[in-house]
């Protein structure tokens, strides 16, 4: 490997965002200090006192040591979305190492098989990333999908505790106790961590190599560097970190609990980000991204805090009492604000630094002529990646059965039909019914309609993770508009559209034309949007709607009843009672949908954006409104879900659409759709969505045998399935069809079988 | 007169005895009607059809965080008992998944080898049209845990939990406990999973805090504490993820607490693990909701000063047996009020020890 020159400039790459007095850091510096002054405001007492310096510190270290990871590898073009599964899977290999009910094992062997699983998943990610060319991000969603589905698997999602065994081994958890200088031992941890790592990115050959490969793979490959050692050094440093992290909180904690790191691949990726990383790769410093960490600990700190106030209480009988409290922001204020926060972090990038309005702000104030705005690069800093086309080349001519074997969603469809199958096989009683086989599209609705609208998106080339939380955002302003107002069912509906469009319109207009990330603007949307649903219904549980908004979750039945057009029997009637109402609606969209992505020249226009954004728009396609459409649509596509959702269950609750994110885009990705966009299709989509569906279903199906008894699949390991599913579905995509290695093999071996067609032109060329 | 008392003595006694043995002389061999008990015991002959057992469904809204496992437990030993082939299913994640319980439900609905099916009912409303769905097929239903009092033909079904009220035995054990200990003041703060929205937790916070309130203003005593639960008195929002570090943030940033309830299995063990972190056992009186291996291992740390069982094995056992004697003797739904055990330091010892908690 050649490392790059140890010049000025290679140094500075990782300081190309100065900010107001000259560097990113000092600007998240100043808006630390002002909430930390809005902290002493409220509560002086605490903010007061080193007590809440150590306190965030000490919450943040976590988040830090994570975020210095995620650093590596975000600064590498790359993505790491296992390290909260990661952190998770740490304490639950330390609790069964450890704990006296499982393997009762000393702290250091459990310490070392935590590594051991770290390194591993670290390698797993590299080799799925530079080997087996499959996206970063869906090689570490499936990560994400098989850790948690391997802690609740063995764990069975309980608690592992070992408090009493952790007295005996002092060595180890004073790591999360506090010191004789009052603050706890994981800030000094996390600092010598974050001196390490920003010692190592700033001046070594690993930190050179990483933003070279970050900047340009290519350029950093013609220069000789190792670009897949690199990139699979940067996954394992991730793990590792993850894995340290993981063992600060089971020091602090001295149990293992199931569902530890849950979330925490976003925190950390939003402190990377908040901290001034380019989400493209090229850029980034530790520095900025524990101080991303710590201002997230801070901001979850300071909006905790209220003013002492005075709450009048009913006692009941008539009886009140005068109670003092503290006052609150309402439930989801926290999450709403991250949201919004890290829209504006990434905002400030393209608005002030590469529009460089404070510099035109400063020259404008003396009257001088403002710098020019540099080249902005628009649709260049997309990573276009067009992958598959040879494959439906290959499929040219082929006609029925053939053909279908050379489309993308072939396998989901083949996959969807072979699990059905399997469900008759066990269960030929009653599986294949019309009242079981409508109830299982029953639940594929919700997902179903997520991903009908996420299609046009990753088609586009973009990723959307809103959906879930629009969903529960719609579902709540319906909500809440038929239990506090008297506007009625219909309003209800409009309301709830009406948050989906301004959720897509928000989505659109920052992707699309501000030019921020989809994964940046959706992850925002994604906190904002749930915390503000939460708050909106004051966390609490809404029901009690009118019946007749209830109809659109209801089955045909009671619909067409209520219009006095019910059937009276026959199979007609039969049908009415098990089809639902949303089922048809989900049918009935997905056929529209699939027929504008398929047959309209917007749907051409999304195909060719995704295949190549810069041709497109040479090609005349006003590349920003179709993707500005795209997210419209599948905002309203997840604003139907939520008030669906509300219909169905009769009631609504903050938790509404939760992960759902997560199985929409897995049902796209196992359909056939590309992460790179420029394929998917509805039926591949929706082929997915069932595959899903129908994992779950057999999980919890019954399967009686001979004797009579029955018993039912391991359901914890459901995660496991669809992540081994959707991996060999990428995978499989990849290596079988893209690059056509049975065919080559094949090909090969015909070749060597005919030797007298060969060795003439071989000789020829000599 | 000593003469007439003493005749009158030997003669009441001779009488007690008497009929006393008369009463075991075997009158209760058969009954007034005329059959035996050992007919009347018998199972009906058309209770299980082609002799094959019956087959009943147990369904959670978490069979993934471990509270539940008494339940399946307590089913599973009636299944056992009544000759019961017991499903026992339930959303795999360690937190509230209604629409995944919704969605095994209607899976249930329509196998036609299920008997009766057991539920919980979480979310109000979402259930209804699955329990008109499952009378409609004649399978018999019982509700238990949380409770949907809007739920279709409620009268005619079981409901086996427990009233969210008894959450106030928590509220008024943490004002003996402050008493007891002569705390002179602070803060009394009613942590919460907020966002999650279960309509039960909330309701139980609502009873604790209440009786919090009653129990100090009864001591004369309300002045000197700030009572917290929350604007809307379901609770101090902690997230919706189950974690001891917004607790421990609670603790240190509002500096005075000395009293603490947690209304359900996820915030209570959290509560005792931030108070554990801090090293503040024995110094809070803290209190929660639910029991399990870890809160009962904090009560005896002095994490936690009680928690009050809700009795879960109850709320597996007694609907099966419930079911079972619909099926069997047309027996009307019945409801069982599980009410609350207070564990505490005193009493820890005594609890859980065949997986009752």
Same mark, same amino acid.
């Given at each position: 490997?050649?490392?790059?020159?140890?010049?000025?400039?290679?140094?500075?790459?990782?300081?190309?965002?100065?900010?107001?007095? !000259?560097?990113?850091?000092?600007?998240?510096?100043?808006?630390?200090?002002?909430?930390?002054?809005?902290?002493?405001?409220?509560?002086?007492?605490?903010?007061?006192?080193?007590?809440?310096?150590?306190?965030?510190?000490?919450?943040?270290?976590?988040?830090?040591?994570?975020?210095?990871?995620?650093?590596?590898?975000?600064?590498?073009?790359?993505?790491?979305?296992?390290?909260?599964?990661?952190?998770?899977?740490?304490?639950?290999?330390?609790?069964?190492?450890?704990? @006296?009910?499982?393997?009762?094992?000393?702290?250091?062997?459990?310490?070392?098989?935590?590594?051991?699983?770290?390194?591993?998943?670290?390698?797993?990610?590299?080799?799925?990333?530079?080997?087996?060319?499959?996206?970063?991000?869906?090689?570490?969603?499936?990560?994400?999908?098989?850790?948690?589905?391997?802690?609740?698997?063995?764990?069975?999602?309980?608690?592992?505790?070992?408090?009493?065994?952790?007295?005996?081994?002092?060595?180890?958890?004073?790591?999360?106790?506090?010191?004789?200088?009052?603050?706890?031992?994981?800030?000094?941890?996390?600092?010598?961590?974050?001196?390490?790592?920003?010692?190592?990115?700033?001046?070594?050959?690993?930190?050179?190599?990483?933003?070279?490969?970050?900047?340009?793979?290519?350029?950093?490959?013609?220069?000789?560097?190792?670009?897949?050692?690199?990139?699979?050094?940067?996954?394992?440093?991730?793990?590792?970190?993850?894995?340290?992290?993981?063992?600060?909180?089971? +020091?602090?904690?001295?149990?293992?609990?199931? %569902?530890?790191?849950?979330?925490?691949?976003?925190?950390?990726?939003?402190?990377?980000?908040?901290?001034? +990383?380019?989400?493209?790769?090229?850029?980034?410093?530790?520095?900025?991204?524990?101080?991303?960490?710590?201002?997230?600990?801070?901001?979850? =700190?300071?909006?905790?805090?209220?003013?002492?106030?005075?709450?009048?209480?009913?006692?009941?009988?008539?009886?009140?009492?005068?109670?003092?409290?503290?006052?609150?922001?309402?439930?989801?204020?926290?999450?709403?604000?991250?949201?919004?926060?890290?829209?504006?972090?990434?905002?400030?990038?393209?608005?002030?630094?590469?529009?460089?309005?404070? @510099?035109?702000?400063?020259?404008?104030?003396? !009257?001088?002529?403002?710098?020019?705005?540099?080249?902005?690069?628009?649709?260049?800093?997309?990573?276009?990646?067009?992958?598959?086309?040879?494959?439906?080349?290959?499929?040219?001519?082929?006609?029925?059965? +053939?053909?279908?074997?050379?489309?993308?969603?072939?396998?989901?469809?083949?996959?969807?039909?072979?699990?059905?199958?399997?469900?008759?096989?066990?269960? @030929?009683?009653?599986?294949?019914?019309?009242?079981?086989?409508?109830?299982?599209?029953?639940?594929?609705?919700?997902?179903?309609?997520?991903?009908?609208?996420?299609?046009?998106?990753?088609?586009?080339?973009?990723?959307?993770?809103?959906?879930?939380?629009?969903?529960? %955002?719609?579902?709540?302003?319906?909500?809440?508009?038929?239990?506090?107002?008297?506007?009625?069912?219909?309003?209800?509906?409009?309301?709830?559209?009406?948050?989906?469009?301004?959720?897509?319109?928000?989505?659109?207009?920052?992707?699309?034309?501000?030019?921020?990330? +989809?994964?940046?603007?959706?992850?925002?949307?994604?906190?904002?949007?749930?915390?503000?649903?939460?708050?909106?219904?004051?966390?609490?549980?809404?029901?009690?709607?009118?019946?007749?908004?209830?109809?659109?979750?209801?089955?045909?039945?009671?619909?067409?009843?209520?219009?006095?057009?019910? @059937?009276?029997?026959?199979?007609?009637?039969?049908?009415?009672?098990?089809?639902?109402?949303?089922?048809?609606?989900?049918?009935?969209?997905?056929?529209?949908?699939?027929?504008?992505?398929?047959?309209?020249?917007?749907?051409?226009?999304?195909?060719?954006?995704?295949?190549?954004?810069?041709?497109? /728009?040479?090609?005349?396609?006003?590349?920003?409104?179709?993707?500005?459409?795209?997210?419209?649509?599948?905002?309203?596509?997840?604003?139907?879900?939520?008030?669906?959702?509300?219909?169905?269950?009769?009631?609504?609750?903050?938790?509404?659409?939760?992960?759902?994110?997560?199985?929409?885009?897995?049902?796209?990705?196992?359909?056939?759709?590309?992460?790179?966009?420029?394929?998917?299709?509805?039926?591949?989509?929706?082929?997915?969505?069932?595959?899903?569906?129908?994992?779950?279903?057999?999980?919890?199906?019954?399967?009686?045998? =001979?004797?009579?008894?029955?018993?039912?699949?391991?359901?914890?390991?459901? /995660?496991?399935?669809?992540?081994?599913?959707?991996?060999?579905?990428?995978?499989?995509?990849?290596?079988?069809?893209?690059?056509?290695?049975?065919?080559?093999?094949?090909?090969?071996?015909?070749?060597?079988?005919?030797?007298?067609?060969?060795?003439?032109?071989?000789?020829?060329?000599? | 007169?000593?003469?007439?008392?003493?005749?009158?003595?030997?003669?009441?006694?001779?009488?007690?005895?008497?009929? *006393?043995?008369?009463?075991?002389? *075997?009158?209760?061999?058969?009954?007034?009607?005329?059959?035996?008990?050992?007919?009347?015991?018998?199972?009906?002959?058309?209770?299980?059809?082609?002799?094959?057992?019956?087959?009943?469904?147990?369904?959670?809204?978490?069979?993934?965080?471990?509270?539940?496992?008494?339940?399946?437990?307590?089913?599973?030993?009636?299944?056992?008992?009544?000759?019961?082939?017991?499903?026992?299913?339930? #959303?795999?994640?360690?937190?509230?998944?209604?629409?995944?319980?919704?969605?095994?439900?209607?899976?249930?609905?329509?196998?036609?080898?299920?008997?009766?099916?057991?539920?919980?009912?979480?979310?109000?409303?979402?259930?209804?049209?699955?329990?008109?769905?499952?009378?409609?097929?004649?399978?018999?239903?019982?509700?238990?845990?949380?409770?949907?009092?809007?739920?279709?033909?409620?009268?005619?079904? #079981?409901?086996?939990?427990?009233?969210?009220?008894?959450?106030?035995?928590?509220?008024?054990?943490?004002?003996?406990?402050?008493?007891?200990?002569?705390?002179?003041?602070? #803060?009394?703060?009613?942590?919460?999973?907020?966002?999650?929205?279960?309509?039960?937790?909330?309701?139980?916070?609502?009873?604790?805090?209440?009786?919090?309130?009653?129990?100090?203003?009864?001591?004369?005593?309300?002045?000197?504490?700030?009572?917290?639960?929350?604007?809307?008195?379901?609770?101090?929002?902690?997230?919706?993820?189950?974690?001891?570090?917004?607790?421990?943030?609670?603790?240190? #940033?509002?500096?005075?607490?000395?009293?603490?309830?947690?209304?359900?299995?996820?915030?209570?063990?959290?509560?005792?693990?931030?108070?554990?972190?801090?090293?503040?056992?024995?110094?809070?009186?803290?209190?929660?909701?639910?029991?399990?291996?870890?809160?009962?291992?904090?009560?005896?740390?002095?994490?936690?000063? *009680?928690?009050?069982?809700?009795?879960?094995?109850?709320?597996?056992?007694?609907?099966?047996?419930?079911?079972?004697?619909?099926?069997?003797?047309?027996?009307?739904?019945?409801?069982?009020?599980?009410?609350?055990?207070?564990?505490?330091?005193?009493?820890?010892?005594?609890?859980?020890?065949?997986?009752?908690?």
């Amino acid at each position: 490997m050649t490392a790059p020159t140890n010049d000025a400039s290679v140094r500075d790459m990782g300081r190309e965002a100065p900010l107001l007095f !000259g560097g990113w850091e000092v600007g998240l510096l100043v808006i630390m200090a002002i909430l930390y002054a809005g902290g002493l405001y409220l509560n002086p007492a605490f903010f007061g006192s080193t007590d809440a310096l150590f306190s965030v510190m000490r919450d943040a270290s976590r988040y830090g040591v994570l975020a210095i990871g995620m650093t590596f590898v975000i600064v590498n073009r790359e993505l790491d979305l296992s390290v909260g599964s990661t952190f998770g899977l740490t304490a639950t290999i330390f609790g069964m190492v450890f704990a @006296p009910t499982y393997f009762d094992m000393s702290v250091w062997t459990a310490v070392f098989w935590c590594l051991v699983m770290g390194l591993t998943i670290g390698l797993i990610n590299g080799l799925m990333v530079t080997v087996l060319e499959v996206p970063a991000f869906i090689a570490t969603l499936t990560m994400l999908f098989i850790g948690r589905g391997v802690i609740l698997g063995l764990t069975g999602g309980k608690n592992i505790a070992f408090e009493i065994k952790a007295g005996t081994e002092p060595a180890f958890f004073r790591l999360g106790e506090i010191n004789a200088f009052g603050f706890n031992n994981q800030i000094i941890l996390f600092l010598i961590i974050a001196v390490i790592a920003a010692a190592a990115l700033a001046y070594t050959a690993i930190g050179w190599t990483t933003y070279s490969v970050g900047g340009n793979e290519q350029a950093a490959r013609y220069a000789g560097i190792n670009t897949r050692f690199v990139r699979m050094r940067s996954y394992v440093l991730s793990s590792l970190c993850a894995v340290i992290a993981g063992l600060m909180s089971v +020091a602090q904690n001295k149990d293992a609990d199931p %569902l530890a790191g849950f979330g925490l691949e976003l925190i950390a990726i939003s402190s990377v980000i908040v901290g001034g +990383a380019a989400i493209f790769g090229g850029r980034g410093r530790v520095l900025g991204s524990c101080l991303g960490a710590i201002l997230i600990g801070l901001i979850d =700190k300071v909006l905790r805090e209220g003013v002492p106030t005075t709450r009048t209480v009913d006692l009941g009988n008539g009886d009140t009492a005068q109670v003092a409290a503290v006052t609150q922001l309402p439930p989801g204020a926290v999450p709403a604000c991250l949201g919004v926060i890290l829209i504006i972090a990434v905002l400030i990038e393209p608005w002030l630094v590469r529009r460089r309005a404070i @510099p035109r702000l400063w020259a404008w104030l003396r !009257g001088r002529p403002p710098p020019p705005i540099p080249d902005l690069g628009g649709v260049a800093i997309s990573g276009v990646q067009t992958r598959g086309a040879n494959v439906q080349a290959r499929g040219l001519g082929k006609r029925g059965i +053939a053909a279908f074997f050379y489309r993308r969603d072939a396998a989901a469809v083949i996959l969807m039909v072979a699990l059905w199958l399997f469900g008759l096989w066990a269960r @030929p009683d009653f599986w294949g019914g019309l009242d079981n086989s409508f109830a299982i599209l029953l639940a594929f609705s919700e997902i179903a309609l997520l991903a009908v609208g996420l299609t046009f998106v990753m088609a586009n080339g973009d990723i959307d993770l809103s959906v879930g939380s629009v969903l529960a %955002l719609s579902g709540a302003v319906a909500a809440v508009i038929m239990k506090d107002t008297n506007w009625g069912p219909l309003a209800a509906v409009g309301g709830g559209i009406m948050a989906g469009v301004v959720a897509g319109l928000i989505n659109g207009w920052l992707t699309a034309y501000v030019g921020m990330p +989809a994964f940046i603007t959706t992850l925002g949307t994604f906190y904002w949007a749930r915390g503000l649903g939460s708050s909106i219904v004051a966390g609490t549980q809404l029901n009690g709607f009118p019946e007749s908004f209830n109809l659109i979750g209801r089955n045909l039945y009671e619909l067409l009843d209520a219009m006095g057009l019910a @059937p009276t029997g026959g199979l007609w009637l039969a049908i009415a009672k098990a089809v639902s109402v949303q089922t048809i609606f989900v049918l009935l969209v997905a056929l529209i949908a699939g027929v504008v992505l398929a047959h309209t020249t917007f749907g051409e226009k999304v195909y060719a954006i995704g295949g190549n954004e810069r041709a497109a /728009n040479f090609a005349g396609v006003n590349t920003r409104r179709v993707r500005f459409t795209s997210f419209l649509i599948s905002s309203i596509c997840a604003a139907c879900a939520g008030i669906i959702y509300d219909a169905f269950y009769r009631s609504f609750i903050p938790t509404a659409g939760q992960l759902r994110e997560l199985d929409s885009i897995s049902s796209i990705i196992i359909g056939g759709g590309s992460i790179f966009g420029g394929y998917g299709t509805m039926i591949g989509s929706l082929a997915g969505a069932m595959v899903i569906t129908l994992i779950r279903s057999l999980l919890s199906l019954q399967i009686i045998l =001979k004797d009579g008894s029955s018993f039912v699949l391991p359901q914890q390991w459901q /995660n496991v399935f669809i992540g081994l599913i959707l991996i060999v579905a990428v995978v499989g995509d990849i290596w079988l069809r893209q690059h056509n290695i049975l065919g080559q093999l094949f090909g090969r071996r015909r070749v060597a079988e005919e030797p007298t067609h060969v060795e003439p032109v071989k000789e020829a060329k000599a | 007169m000593m003469k007439r008392l003493a005749t009158a003595a030997i003669v009441a006694t001779t009488c007690f005895w008497g009929s *006393g043995a008369f009463a075991q002389s *075997g009158a209760i061999s058969k009954a007034v009607g005329g059959y035996t008990w050992e007919d009347a015991a018998k199972e009906g002959a058309a209770t299980k059809k082609n002799g094959k057992p019956l087959t009943f469904a147990i369904i959670t809204h978490t069979a993934g965080n471990g509270f539940f496992d008494p339940v399946y437990v307590g089913a599973q030993v009636a299944a056992n008992a009544f000759g019961i082939n017991l499903i026992k299913l339930g #959303s795999e994640a360690p937190i509230d998944d209604i629409p995944r319980e919704i969605q095994i439900l209607n899976q249930i609905v329509n196998d036609p080898t299920i008997n009766g099916v057991i539920m919980t009912t979480p979310q109000v409303g979402a259930y209804n049209d699955i329990v008109k769905k499952l009378e409609d097929r004649g399978v018999v239903v019982a509700t238990m845990n949380s409770y949907d009092g809007t739920l279709f033909d409620r009268n005619n079904i #079981s409901h086996t939990g427990q009233d969210a009220s008894a959450a106030a035995i928590g509220g008024e054990a943490i004002v003996k406990c402050l008493l007891k200990n002569n705390v002179k003041g602070g #803060s009394i703060l009613f942590p919460n999973t907020v966002p999650v929205g279960n309509i039960e937790v909330n309701n139980r916070v609502k009873a604790a805090f209440q009786a919090t309130v009653k129990a100090l203003k009864a001591a004369n005593r309300l002045q000197d504490f700030k009572v917290d639960a929350g604007p809307n008195n379901i609770g101090v929002d902690v997230g919706a993820d189950i974690s001891p570090a917004p607790i421990v943030q609670l603790i240190e #940033s509002r500096k005075d607490v000395v009293g603490l309830f947690g209304p359900n299995g996820g915030v209570t063990p959290a509560i005792g693990d931030a108070i554990s972190q801090l090293k503040l056992n024995n110094k809070i009186c803290s209190f929660g909701f639910d029991l399990g291996p870890k809160q009962l291992e904090q009560i005896r740390t002095g994490a936690l000063q *009680g928690s009050l069982g809700q009795q879960p094995f109850l709320q597996g056992f007694y609907p099966v047996m419930q079911l079972y004697l619909q099926l069997d003797r047309n027996i009307a739904a019945a409801n069982l009020d599980t009410r609350a055990q207070l564990v505490t330091k005193d009493n820890v010892d005594k609890v859980g020890k065949r997986f009752e908690n």
